[in-house]
């Protein structure tokens, strides 16, 4: 492993993102999400708090799954209203030198072609700070707001994602060589065509002759992220992520799905210790004990019991309201997000767990587990997770924004700082985001990626 743990602040160009009703706390600002100087000023504290990244997640559709109408989700803020997380990122990259931007996009209902081009011109943009956060989008409202009459199965969806990322990855690797921009004014020639390839791509979703629009940018394919929890998922993400995103809510579940992951890789061809897993976590930080358990009190105050459930509801494609509080959540397999089922009912087999109990322990962060007290506890508990369960690093969670990513900036990172276990802000490796994962010297794919085979 690396000397130090990667952070990432995750995060929603939304409302709100994990924690329901989270925007009634005091002095919470969520509703500044569509004023850029909110944006800029989130990327300057990420920044200064040697944070890798910003991880954008985003939604297509409107949560409608609870009470089969998109009301409750509507008038209590759950990711809505909502904007375009990639479309902050220019000026997010102005007022910094360092941070990069995991950007959540939908195979589903995109063109690979339109991607790559979006991604490249962010990758030059940024001089290289930019990550994909692969998804196959879950909603049927999403389905329906874009031409469909009904959702793909979630097997055709990964289908389409895995013949996606292909096409990509022609158009990102193959299709120009490293020099065929030459720039020659003498003899008038911009870019050499020689060098200049068609994909030709001809599959059961896409046909993309090619060649790519773009000139090859720093990374050339942008940092790839993965957060597939079923079984079809973790193949997606053992042969095409960099960073995997594990959203276990137990020490046991996590371990798990690490090695299962990790094994995964290895029978694709892949060095699995280079693979970087992060973890979501909720840190609530005082400058004392007290301190710390008087805002989590108040923000448990705050949880929206109803919202927490409409978002629940979207998640697993099961409508919560049908059931009964204290019934017990059975394991189902759902076209939605298997993963959230999976972390209550497979991460923790000997417990049973309620409606009730899922609400409660999701209202702050969903699936993340809540790390409470001094930046001293807090830095013990992410040394904990880092050196003995094995993870590289966390996404995260605010609870009010941005007070918590303050909070963690201000007071437990100059704790895992004189721990070693944190970056000073200026002491970034390399150029790019790939290099600050993977080590500075190549922006580039390992060689081991499917990509460059």
Wanted: hydrophobic share 35%.
């Amino acid at each position: 492993m690396s000397d130090r743990m990667h952070l990432n602040l995750f995060t929603m160009n939304s409302v709100e993102h994990v924690s329901p009703g989270s925007w009634r706390n005091p002095g919470d600002q969520s509703h500044r999400y569509t004023d850029q100087d909110y944006w800029t000023e989130v990327a300057r504290t990420a920044e200064r708090g040697g944070f890798d990244a910003v991880f954008f997640a985003d939604v297509r559709g409107i949560y409608d799954v609870y009470g089969d109408d998109r009301d409750t989700a509507i008038e209590k803020g759950v990711q809505t209203p909502a904007n375009d997380p990639q479309l902050v990122i220019p000026a997010m990259a102005e007022v910094t030198d360092d941070l990069g931007f995991a950007v959540t996009r939908s195979t589903t209902y995109t063109h690979p072609y339109q991607l790559a081009r979006e991604f490249s011109t962010l990758d030059h943009l940024t001089d290289g700070r930019v990550a994909f956060n692969v998804v196959t989008s879950y909603l049927q409202s999403a389905a329906e707001n874009l031409g469909l009459h009904e959702r793909m199965d979630k097997q055709t969806r990964y289908d389409r994602a895995d013949e996606f990322l292909d096409v990509c990855f022609k158009l990102w690797e193959d299709s120009w060589e490293d020099d065929a921009v030459e720039i020659d004014r003498e003899t008038g020639r911009y870019s050499d065509p020689e060098k200049v390839h068609a994909i030709d791509h001809e599959g059961e979703f896409f046909d993309v002759p090619g060649p790519h629009g773009c000139e090859p940018s720093p990374q050339r394919t942008p940092v790839i992220y993965q957060a597939g929890s079923s079984d079809r998922g973790r193949d997606f993400a053992a042969h095409n992520a960099e960073a995997v995103f594990a959203s276990q809510p137990t020490e046991e579940g996590v371990r798990e799905y690490v090695e299962d992951v990790k094994s995964r890789a290895a029978d694709a061809g892949r060095d699995p210790e280079a693979l970087r897993f992060f973890i979501g976590v909720v840190p609530i930080v005082g400058e004392t004990e007290a301190i710390a358990e008087a805002k989590y009190e108040s923000y448990k105050d705050n949880v929206d019991v109803e919202a927490t459930l409409a978002l629940l509801s979207g998640f697993l494609d099961m409508d919560l309201s049908e059931l009964d509080p204290d019934q017990k959540v059975e394991h189902i397999e759902t076209d939605a997000i298997q993963g959230t089922m999976n972390a209550f009912t497979k991460a923790q087999p000997d417990r049973e767990w309620t409606v009730r109990e899922v609400a409660e322990f999701c209202g702050l962060g969903t699936t993340s587990p809540k790390i409470v007290g001094t930046p001293e506890q807090v830095a013990d508990e992410l040394e904990y997770w880092y050196d003995d369960v094995g993870v590289h690093g966390f996404n995260v969670k605010e609870v009010v924004r941005p007070d918590s990513l303050q909070d963690f900036v201000d007071l437990v990172v100059p704790e895992l700082q004189e721990r070693g276990l944190a970056r000073d802000p200026d002491d970034y490796e390399g150029d790019t985001l790939r290099e600050r994962l993977q080590g500075a010297g190549n922006p580039n794919l390992r060689d081991d990626h499917p990509a460059k085979q």
